[in-house]
């Protein structure tokens, strides 16, 4: 309302509520007007959420046959995740393994002596080594707990310490290195050597390393002959054995010797191609000298022809085969212990390391046969050693020391660095958890419960579109209530919404055509045993049978034991059933979820039929506005008018009061 005043103007005639009930018949049209665009944003907004629930449902179906569709992911199952876990990804290849953890990776972490807890570091740089990385922190001097803080702050997540009050009056330094495997031992550098001395982190090697070569004069008869000029230098520095070979290198170590000591030999197998020596011709028979003869006169007599039955010859057969794994052994005494079996195939270069106090209780030898009739083997780096040495020293306090992950992946030892390894099996990362007693079976396969659940939310957002189209085209408010998922604010958004597109044929249009593209038979490898989504337990039957208005709705159930079947026996079909490559140019060109995805393409992109609907009523919306501004400015126009108009009635009505006052006034006094 517009806010004119005319001095004078009073109330008394009413003026105000005239023209306030003149312009709110003025507004009638206005009003009219608001409410379009009111319908049109509601019109606008329900093809919105069509467009949201068709864009979803397009997603689900690309998502069945694209790229990345879940037909390719793997799934790694461990029959027992505390000891073995593993996560497999799409370049993985379905199979089976046994694997065997004998070992798992860990880091060195040592304990100090127990320390006064007013115990207090010098300053000075300390240098610790972790494999190849090195670090060097420099310390101002003070307590063991400000010691421990420096070396978390500034070695860059190398080290990590800790103090802990082990009584009330002492405390202990924990020194853990981050990384681990045998070859990230923790090593201390200049002053740091004499500082974890003090500390009583280290102290010195008990035993020196032993190391062999090893070279053929090494070697003494074992059970058999040894002829020495038989063995050779290898490749990698060792000594070759050629077939059927053996003999024994002698080591004279007592029990308090080998106490924690390993040892490390690296083997590598020649496989030898059999050679059957093929002979063309039988051997030549007996030299026969030639028979004598005599001369009487000119007589000469000689001796007849000597004759040797000589056998038919028969060529002689090939040697027999033989295959002996077991081929490295420690003697103790009398007593013979028997190493890892070698690999069975050819192999390249593979390390050793066993622990001595689990096999022998003193060693007397080590001995290697070859019973092998075709394989060379050779034995090189052998060296028995305190696998705890850092240098020329040990740790005094280990809680643990840097090792090596060893497992068994059928029968072939894998030696690692960590205890997540992933270079093993192609596309798997195994994380080892626990030394294992048996055998760990690790199945690898295709992620069946991802398929599902994709497929699940496929038919979920189809039911959803549908839902949507059977609420705007419907009239009948049992479509809402039967929707059980839906929430309580959805019901109500859904009523102010049926029936908005009752005769709209788009609407008819797409949901007809989306039941075909469900309901079609589709080629697969499977042929006639898979050609319908029916058929794999997706349909509009009820799995309990009876009438069901719901279904007369084009909703599709799913019966998933029929689903859960079909993922067993048929999964590539089911794969090809959603989108396959039907003509062999890499590119999918048919199925039920490509036929959706390509429809529903029309409808969601950006100048689509959903996108031209919302573009005209933006359209109509934006013209109504104008229109509305427009008979704004002239409602303006008709209230000051009308206020104007009033106005100058008033002030009339004003004066002819005054005058009608004054001729009164006159009239009385000429009365008088």
Do not use: C
């Amino acid at each position: 309302m517009s806010d004119i005043s005319i001095p004078g103007v009073t109330s008394k005639y009413n003026t105000d509520s005239m023209i306030d009930e003149l312009m709110r018949l003025e507004r009638i049209p206005l009003t009219r007007m608001e409410n379009q665009v009111e319908d049109y944003e509601f019109e606008r907004q329900a093809w919105k959420d069509l467009n949201l629930n068709l864009s979803k449902f397009r997603d689900s179906s690309k998502k069945l046959y694209g790229f990345q569709n879940p037909f390719n992911e793997r799934v790694a199952t461990s029959s027992d995740s505390d000891y073995l876990t593993a996560t497999a990804n799409r370049d993985s290849m379905e199979g089976s393994s046994e694997i065997e953890i004998i070992q798992l990776a860990k880091a060195d972490r040592l304990l100090s002596s127990s320390l006064d807890e007013d115990y207090r570091i010098e300053s000075g740089t300390y240098s610790f080594q972790v494999g190849d990385d090195e670090v060097s922190i420099r310390f101002r001097g003070g307590s063991l707990k400000s010691f421990a803080d420096t070396i978390n702050r500034r070695s860059g997540g190398l080290l990590r310490a800790s103090v802990v009050r082990n009584t009330a009056n002492t405390q202990i330094l924990s020194l853990e290195a981050s990384k681990t495997g045998a070859e990230n031992r923790l090593f201390f550098e200049s002053d740091s050597i004499e500082l974890a001395k003090e500390l009583g982190l280290i102290e010195e090697v008990r035993n020196e390393l032993i190391e062999l070569g090893p070279e053929p004069a090494d070697f003494r008869e074992w059970e058999r002959p040894l002829d020495s000029s038989s063995l050779s230098i290898s490749a990698s520095g060792g000594v070759t054995l050629p077939p059927v070979t053996e003999g024994k290198i002698p080591l004279s170590m007592s029990g308090s010797q080998l106490a924690g000591k390993i040892l490390e030999y690296t083997l590598d197998v020649q496989v030898l191609p059999e050679q059957i020596a093929a002979v063309e011709t039988p051997p030549p028979g007996p030299s026969i000298p030639p028979t004598g003869s005599i001369e009487f006169g000119d007589i000469s007599i000689f001796s007849a022809t000597s004759k040797v039955d000589i056998p038919a010859w028969e060529p002689p057969l090939p040697p027999p085969r033989t295959d002996d794994l077991s081929v490295f052994f420690l003697q103790e005494g009398d007593r013979v212990v028997s190493l890892d079996n070698i690999p069975a195939g050819e192999t390249s270069s593979r390390t050793y390391r066993i622990e001595l106090n689990d096999k022998v209780g003193s060693l007397s030898s080590f001995n290697i046969r070859n019973n092998n009739t075709h394989r060379e083997v050779s034995v090189s780096g052998i060296k028995i050693y305190d696998p705890n040495a850092r240098g020329d020293y040990v740790p005094a306090n280990p809680i643990s020391t840097a090792r090596d992950s060893i497992i068994n992946i059928d029968g072939i030892p894998i030696t690692r660095d960590s205890n997540q390894i992933e270079d093993v099996v192609p596309g798997v990362t195994l994380n080892i958890k626990r030394e294992s007693d048996e055998p760990i079976t690790l199945d690898v396969g295709p992620d069946r419960e991802l398929v599902k659940e994709d497929i699940i939310n496929f038919v979920g957002t189809y039911n959803r579109v549908v839902a949507e189209i059977n609420i705007l085209t419907g009239s009948d408010t049992d479509i809402i209530d039967q929707l059980d998922y839906f929430t309580s604010e959805e019901k109500e958004d859904a009523r102010k919404k049926l029936g908005l597109y009752q005769g709209d044929s788009t609407l008819r249009q797409m949901k007809s055509r989306l039941q075909r593209i469900m309901m079609e038979p589709y080629t697969t490898s499977a042929e006639q045993s898979l050609a319908l989504l029916a058929q794999v337990g997706i349909s509009t039957n009820s799995a309990s049978g009876g009438y069901d208005s719901t279904r007369m709705k084009g909703y599709l159930e799913i019966e998933e034991d029929t689903l859960d079947a079909s993922l067993e026996s048929l999964f590539e079909p089911i794969k090809e059933l959603f989108g396959q490559d039907s003509d062999g140019d890499l590119i999918i060109d048919s199925g039920v979820a490509y036929e959706l995805d390509n429809y529903a393409k029309s409808y969601v992109e950006t100048g689509g039929i959903i996108s031209y609907k919302v573009s005209s009523l933006d359209t109509r919306i934006d013209n109504t506005k104008d229109d509305i501004d427009d008979y704004n400015d002239k409602l303006e126009t008709k209230e000051q008018q009308l206020r104007t108009e009033y106005g100058m009635m008033e002030g009339a009505l004003e004066s002819m009061q005054d005058s009608t006052r004054a001729l009164n006034n006159l009239n009385n006094n000429n009365g008088n």
